[in-house]
């Protein structure tokens, strides 16, 4: 059975502060990572990464996989009080259940002034 | 539409009561999918539709939840005599294939089975 384990489950910064976001996952024959931002109810889609160490970017949110180590990064650099939300990690597989994502529990950030 | 859409927002029903839930997905997609958010938890699958083949039920809890999709589009998700235990944000989404990874999200109905 596949399995996202994200860490930490919650973390509060500053305005201005960087953080990481961790996910790490086991899964049979890998397909793709996700990441998802849920500020209220819908959870928002934000990277899809496929390949080992080719950065995904966009604005101050970037990540990174490493399909080697099983895991994946989310960084928010000079993070604002908009960025506070649920961050959600999802894994595919090509498999049979090639289509419904795994989730991890996800990570809640509060980012305060 | 632009988007997911999901109705109600919010229902709160009694124990025992039968609840229908709604989810029109994005135009043109044919990949639909029913999560369930328990507080404190990640996302949890459903069921999944895909076209005119048979949906995948693996995920229904028990045999009081059914899902339906008409014409290849709206979906009901139906939960019968709710149990305390269904209170969850249940949440739709849909994607334009199986084989295209991105699934986009609707803004959920929040159950509360009193």
């Known amino acids: 059975e596949d399995k996202v384990v994200q860490s930490p489950l919650s973390l509060v910064v500053h305005e201005g502060d960087t953080v990481t976001l961790n996910c790490s996952y086991e899964v049979t024959n890998f397909r793709s990572l996700l990441w998802y931002k849920q500020e209220k109810k819908a959870p928002t889609f934000l990277f899809m990464l496929?390949?080992?160490?080719i950065e995904k970017k966009s604005g101050r949110l970037s990540s990174i996989l490493d399909k080697k180590e099983l895991f994946s990064i989310l960084n928010i650099t000079a993070t604002q009080t908009g960025d506070s939300a649920i961050y959600l990690c999802?894994?595919?597989?090509?498999?049979?259940?090639?289509?419904?994502?795994?989730f991890g529990k996800g990570t809640l950030l509060t980012v305060n002034p | 539409g632009a988007g997911v859409s999901q109705s109600p927002s919010n229902k709160v029903t009694e124990k025992g009561k039968d609840v229908e839930l709604r989810c029109d997905p994005i135009s043109g997609h044919t990949a639909l999918y029913w999560y369930r958010q328990s507080l404190g938890q990640g996302l949890e699958f459903l069921i999944y539709?895909?076209?005119?083949?048979?949906?995948?039920k693996s995920g229904l809890p028990s045999d009081r939840f059914s899902a339906e999709r008409t014409g290849g589009s709206v979906s009901t998700l139906t939960i019968q005599r709710t149990q305390q235990e269904d209170s969850a944000v249940y949440l739709c989404a849909s994607s334009a294939g199986t084989l295209v990874d991105t699934q986009y999200f609707g803004p959920g109905t929040r159950l509360t089975v009193l």
């Open positions: 999802a894994v595919k597989n090509s498999g049979g259940s090639n289509y419904k994502l795994t």
């Open positions: 539709f895909q076209g005119n083949s048979a949906p995948d």
């Open positions: 496929t390949s080992s160490g």
